[in-house]
């Protein structure tokens, strides 16, 4: 399965025409809402505010015209949330469901997925180039070029899926020795890594050279 977050689609809505800066804000203000209130499961307003959330990022969602394939993007959260939810719901001694911590931890993982899916809906929206422009409008971030260190980590987070789906794809190919199997993936996965970092290094020197080329034109 194909992973491919935070990548920008080019589109002329009403969320792709507001300022990045402002989307930034509301991303950081909500997940400070979410995330700074008490994680207590049993009561009723902490999954209010998850659904009233949901549904702010489900109108976004449906204005903004993100394609609902995209979805698939967040099929990571579900997997993390079923490991979270057995390594804090179970009690070993003696083995049993801990029904409260495993609300806390399905509260927790709700509150990762509404934050994701808005964050999935303003990458989707909105340029590395338009996140730099605004943020440089703040004399810090610009003196300090704090802007152009945050654009450029965004812009490497699509790029770290996309090179990964190709390096696994090949991988994958390779592995045909059916007898064994479990030996080749882990030697595989290896060599996965090893070939993502490389990668990784080379395009960050070419980035680092684009960068200094610009400041000399500049």
Not at 15 to 43: G, M, Q, T
Not at 159 to 172: D, E, H, M, T, V
Not at 210 to 218: E, S, V
Request: hydrophobic residues 50%.
């Amino acid at each position: 399965m194909d992973i491919n977050l935070f990548s920008y689609r080019y589109d002329k809505t009403l969320i792709h025409k507001i300022p990045a800066l402002l989307k930034i804000i509301f991303l950081c203000f909500i997940s400070i809402r979410l995330f700074s209130s008490k994680v207590d499961s049993l009561n009723i307003n902490s999954w209010i505010q998850c659904c009233f959330y949901f549904i702010i990022n489900c109108i976004l969602f449906i204005i903004s015209k993100t394609k609902f394939s995209s979805l698939k993007k967040l099929s990571y959260i579900p997997i993390f949330g079923i490991i979270l939810i057995l390594i804090l719901g179970l009690d070993f001694n003696p083995i049993r469901i801990n029904f409260s911590k495993s609300l806390e931890a399905l509260l927790y993982v709700t509150r990762l997925f509404i934050i994701s899916f808005l964050a999935l809906i303003i990458f989707d929206t909105t340029s590395t180039y338009q996140i730099e422009k605004e943020l440089d409008k703040i004399p810090l971030f610009k003196r300090f070029k704090i802007s152009q260190t945050i654009s450029l980590t965004i812009l490497f987070i699509p790029l770290i899926f996309r090179l990964w789906n190709k390096i696994n794809l090949a991988s994958k190919a390779r592995i045909c020795n059916k007898k064994n199997y479990t030996k080749n993936i882990v030697f595989n996965l290896f060599q996965s890594f090893s070939t993502l970092f490389s990668c990784l290094l080379e395009s960050a020197e070419n980035t680092r050279k684009a960068i200094l080329n610009r400041n000399k034109i500049n």
